[in-house]
């Protein structure tokens, strides 16, 4: 079984503030994908970040920065200086070898971010 | 690269009628799509696993007689809703993946699907 959970609803910050979104996962697996999307307004979902359980190298893109910790199963993102187009739902997802090695991700709940200007 | 394309963005169909959404895979090849739903501040729920030239794989509690998946090429999958009613009024989204397995998904933009 695996389970994702992103316990923070909704955060509201205003611009230029930096905002951590948590992700915590649960799996038995020792091998899987963790992810992060972006879900916009308008509605579609926007790849952000894919690591595997054997790369615990945290990861920096521009504003964005993720931090994995295998020994607390946590794999949570950080926007530095906010800016109003952040304002979004992001999902946490995690994948591994199901029946068939398929590889299907299983989304967390989401974490609505409002940043205010 | 990686741009799936999703058409309608938006649909109303009355009570009773069928609607087809369409998933495409721009710029590559697809074996596998995936269906996912999503009701108002909810997360993405799976529905089916959609392959290339085979039956799809429903997820519990799908009934597949209603959502009719067809994947006939490597680039096109299409989902069905049969019958609507009120409550298939939902977002659905498909999803791709390119050749590698454990390559992430790429989305599409989504249907918004309202039923009157």
């Known amino acids: 079984a695996q389970k994702v959970t992103q316990a923070q609803t909704e955060i509201s910050v205003v611009e230029k503030e930096d905002v951590t979104l948590d992700c915590v996962y649960e799996?038995?697996?020792?091998?899987?994908?963790l992810f992060w999307y972006k879900q916009p307004p308008s509605g579609e979902l926007v790849f952000l970040i894919r690591?595997?359980?054997?790369?615990?190298q945290n990861e920096i893109s521009g504003r964005y920065s993720w931090n994995f910790q295998k020994s607390t199963s946590s794999f949570n993102f950080t926007i530095t200086a906010s800016q109003v187009v952040d304002s979004a739902v992001y999902f946490c997802?995690?994948?591994?070898?199901?029946?068939?090695?398929?590889?299907?991700?299983?989304f967390g709940r989401g974490t609505s971010l409002i940043v205010h200007p | 690269g990686a741009v799936v394309s999703q058409h309608p963005s938006r649909v109303i169909c009355k009570s009773g009628t069928s609607v087809k959404i369409e998933c495409r895979s721009l710029d590559f090849q697809a074996t596998t799509m995936f269906w996912y739903r999503q009701f108002p501040k909810q997360s993405l729920m799976l529905m089916a696993t959609s392959n290339e030239g085979s039956k799809a794989t429903y997820e519990q509690g799908v009934e597949k007689d209603k959502f009719l998946i067809n994947h006939a090429s490597l680039t096109l999958s299409t989902l069905t809703v049969t019958s609507a009613h009120p409550e298939d009024s939902s977002f659905y989204i498909c999803s791709a993946r390119p050749v590698s397995l454990n390559s992430p998904l790429h989305f599409g933009n989504g249907t918004r699907l309202t039923v009157t």
């Open positions: 799996t038995r697996d020792t091998t899987y994908y």
């Open positions: 997802a995690l994948s591994e070898a199901a029946a068939g090695g398929s590889y299907i991700p299983t």
């Open positions: 690591r595997n359980s054997f790369d615990e």
